[in-house]
């Protein structure tokens, strides 16, 4: 039944399923699973669904069949079991029918109590079956495989292993690269962007447009007219503005990152440019704000349906901001206030959203946040600001 | 069940190297009939997975490579208006005008619906299409059967085919769409079972030449700040370039020099930084 093993996965975090528990049974039943070994590998592939969780499997798994024999389940888990199951069942009957093999009709006049009753019965007679070694898993006799090791009762994992046994395999941890602690907000942050993606007719017209051609058509007296139309494809143009200069952006630098590793394979035309905590009369296309500047004022020529993406803190010293001399770089020219420049921008380009990595209940202590606030509409750099800003920028009204 | 699964297991191909492992969880899936769900670094061999199926198990197979614009319906049936419209106007058709059935033409999952043969269904590069797709497919491929709007009709599978998608993205799919498929990961081949796809392909590769070709090959994949990593198919072509090379000798590589870094490295910044790196370790 390996009831347990089914609950260390779910209590260490792996998102398993009691369908797919049932749907593991179901395999054991049909003998797809002779040995440990086979046992590994199917429990995996049906109960594990990311290999972000294979290492933790790996580990479990080796924990569990290297030091513990498998204890039949006692009557408390039974009963989860069985709880699960009956919520697995209010949800889909049909699927939950299928795997058991039941009838659903029969099962609906039950009442929940009754059906948690019936569910019990079924697992206690399959842990019965499982005792006498034929029915679940073929071990101790009927397994065609026949490992002298595996005990009957317990499938415990005795005696000198294979070379490749489950267990060694599952105690290699080849899995421990793609296991969670690598970035999981890339992949957030991509569905969050992707919506911005829109679709614009361009190239070659090579896509019959139905409605029009039977119109024409019609109109044609019956004399076919083929109307043809450009095939869609994205043409959204994105510029992307990232403060990525000094201490008070640091503890950002991750999320910030991610976002831009995503930004530059998802669009086509995206161009990106850096600035250190606020934007005077340039900005860099190199990180290190050095080769490649561009000057501000040459934006306007820009198509001003470009999407504008400022990631900053929006904290620094409030002259920064506000003073015409601003800017604390030596070589800068002044040039006008930087409020100034950030107006300017958000003019130009009529869809600008400012992503602040910091949280928005630290906003209202900084001065500069809130003159920022006034020019650009700011959200969060998290998923849901993120989600937000996207919408923002697809509305076209502003 | 049984005696049909006896004799439609997957072993492997010709071109394929499979392992064990896999080999057990294709067996599963189709004992199962689940969808198998494979995913992993380009140059696995994902979609090559389903082309030795198919050929060991003698099934057509059927390719549905997912674009990002697609159709759940594009990929079900096709409504050919234009070729109707056209007819009605000429009338030097063999069909029937009125009959709406006569222009309708499966699409890649109708076609394996329809096949008079178990087919293989390989759905390619999933995570392109967006999630309503997704989920909208596992709903056809769960009951087996879909609607044909214009004709009122529902096609129904014949034979349940063989599924297996893939998808090349590090992000995961929706809940009910995983919920409903086994799940594969292929690592990236160690350098044993590498030996063998190589020798697969290069079945008279001097076995000196193979291993300092396959260790600095795995070397080269650690280097630091590359983007695209080189996977089996640059091993491929290098090893390919590297034989073509009248002057090259094995002990070129020895020396940690690398020729023909760019078969490996496919994007000039990758290039670059792996060329400084090479040269420094050499150093």
Request: proline letters at 5%.
């Amino acid at each position: 039944m390996f009831v347990n093993f089914f609950y260390t996965l779910k209590d260490r975090g792996i998102p398993v399923t009691p369908t797919s528990f049932l749907r593991l049974q179901n395999a054991m039943s049909k003998g797809l699973v002779h040995s440990l070994d086979d046992f590994y590998t199917v429990a995996r592939t049906i109960l594990v669904k990311s290999e972000r969780y294979f290492d933790t499997y790996d580990q479990i798994f080796a924990h569990h069949f290297r030091n513990a024999s498998l204890e039949d389940p006692t009557a408390v888990e039974l009963n989860e079991v069985a709880r699960a199951m009956l919520e697995e069942w209010l949800q889909n009957p049909q699927e939950l029918a299928d795997m058991l093999g039941i009838d659903k009709d029969k099962l609906k006049k039950m009442t929940p109590e009754e059906l948690i009753q019936y569910f019990l019965e079924r697992l206690k007679e399959q842990t019965e079956a499982h005792h006498g070694g034929n029915k679940w898993i073929g071990t101790g006799g009927t397994s065609p495989t026949g490992h002298s090791g595996y005990h009957p009762g317990g499938m415990r994992v005795g005696g000198a292993s294979r070379n490749h046994s489950a267990i060694k395999v599952a105690l290699d941890r080849r899995y421990r690269d793609y296991s969670q602690e690598g970035p999981l907000t890339q992949s957030q942050i991509g569905e969050a962007l992707r919506r911005l993606r829109r679709l614009m007719p361009t190239g070659p017209k090579d896509v019959v447009n139905v409605d029009k051609t039977i119109y024409e058509t019609m109109r044609n007296a019956g004399e076919i007219d083929i109307i043809f139309d450009r095939r869609l494809t994205d043409r959204l143009k994105v510029m992307l503005l990232i403060d990525n200069g000094g201490w008070s952006m640091e503890p950002y630098i991750g999320v910030v990152q991610t976002l831009f590793h995503y930004a530059s394979s998802q669009f086509k035309d995206l161009k990106i440019f850096f600035f250190h905590n606020t934007i005077y009369s340039r900005v860099w296309a190199d990180p290190q704000r050095y080769y490649k500047p561009q000057d501000v004022d040459e934006l306007i020529r820009w198509d001003p349906e470009t999407r504008v993406i400022i990631v900053g803190d929006a904290s620094m010293a409030p002259y920064e901001l506000m003073h015409p001399n601003g800017a604390i770089y030596v070589d800068a020219k002044p040039s006008g206030t930087s409020i100034e420049r950030l107006r300017f921008i958000a003019r130009t380009f009529p869809h600008s959203v400012w992503l602040n990595p910091m949280p928005s209940d630290e906003w209202y202590y900084s001065t500069t946040v809130k003159a920022i606030r006034q020019v650009f509409t700011m959200y969060e750099l998290t998923l849901d600001g993120l989600e937000k800003a996207v919408q923002f920028l697809t509305s076209s009204a502003k | 069940m049984l005696s049909e699964k006896n004799n439609s297991r997957f072993g492997g191909a010709s071109k394929y190297i499979l392992d064990d492992e896999l080999a057990k969880i294709v067996n599963v899936s189709m004992a199962l009939e689940m969808p198998l769900l494979l995913k992993g670094e380009p140059g696995t061999g994902k979609t090559m997975l389903a082309h030795a199926i198919a050929e060991s198990l003698q099934m057509p197979l059927i390719v549905l490579n997912v674009k990002s614009s697609m159709k759940l319906i594009e990929a079900l049936y096709q409504y050919d208006t234009l070729t109707r419209l056209n007819d009605s106007r000429f009338g030097d058709s063999k069909r029937n005008v009125s009959d709406i059935e006569a222009y309708i033409k499966m699409g890649k999952i109708g076609q394996a619906f329809t096949a008079d043969k178990k087919t293989v269904l390989l759905i390619d590069e999933i995570d392109k299409a967006d999630t309503d797709f997704q989920d909208d497919m596992l709903d056809v491929l769960d009951q087996m059967q879909f609607d044909i709007i214009e004709i009122d009709k529902t096609i129904r599978a014949k034979n349940r085919p063989v599924i297996v998608i893939t998808s090349n993205a590090k992000k995961d799919l929706s809940d009910p769409f995983l919920g409903r498929c086994n799940f594969h990961h292929i690592a990236f081949p160690d350098p044993d079972m590498m030996r063998l796809i190589v020798s697969v392909h290069f079945p008279k590769l001097d076995e000196e030449l193979m291993k300092i070709c396959i260790s600095t090959f795995y070397r080269l994949r650690e280097l630091r700040s590359i983007e695209k990593k080189p996977a089996t198919r640059e091993l491929i072509n290098w090893i390919r370039a590297l034989k073509s090379d009248p002057d090259f000798k094995p002990k070129t590589l020895y020396q940690g020099r690398v020729p023909f870094l760019g078969v490996l490295f496919k994007k000039s910044a990758d290039l670059q930084q792996a060329a400084q790196q090479v040269i420094k370790s050499r150093g």
